[in-house]
Nanobody, 125 residues
Framework: QVQLLESGGGLVQPGDSLRLSCAAS????????MGWFRQAPGKEHELVAA????????YYQRSIKHRVAISRDNAKSTVYLQMHGLTPDDTAVYYCAGAATTLSVPRSENEYTAWGQGTQVTVSS
């Protein structure tokens, strides 16, 4: 059974940093590209960052690329999202997702076949 379990979300203040983790099981993690999506209230899913199976290729959403970093540890089957300088606009449910490809870093959510349940990040003073 494929499972992606996110952790690290919570309530933080503007300007704080946060690291989200996503532990994967039931899939060949080292052969999957991984991504972090988020969905704010009333908005659609958006891709925040993605990383190729071997970490050599990454993608970041342009508007926040200077504040986030995605990384992975294939030995631990875990992908991370480090975020800095959080603002209320970053408030959203953050989802980890996996795509069974070694050829690219998918940008469309339709290419991701494994999804976690999400972790809430709330930025508020």
């Amino acid at each position: 059974q494929v499972q992606l379990l996110e952790s690290g979300g919570g309530l933080v203040q503007p300007g704080d940093s946060l690291r989200l983790s996503c532990a994967a099981s039931g899939l060949p993690f080292s052969s999957y590209a991984m991504g972090w999506f988020r969905q704010a209230p009333g908005k659609e899913h958006e891709l925040v960052a993605a990383i190729s199976y071997h970490s050599s290729v990454t993608y970041y959403q342009r508007s926040i690329k200077h504040r986030v970093a995605i990384s992975r540890d294939n030995a631990k089957s875990t992908v991370y999202l480090q975020m800095h300088g959080l603002t209320p606009d970053d408030t959203a449910v953050y989802y980890c997702a996996g795509a069974a490809t070694t050829l690219s870093v998918p940008r469309s959510e339709n290419e991701y076949t494994a999804w976690g349940q999400g972790t809430q990040v709330t930025v508020s003073s």
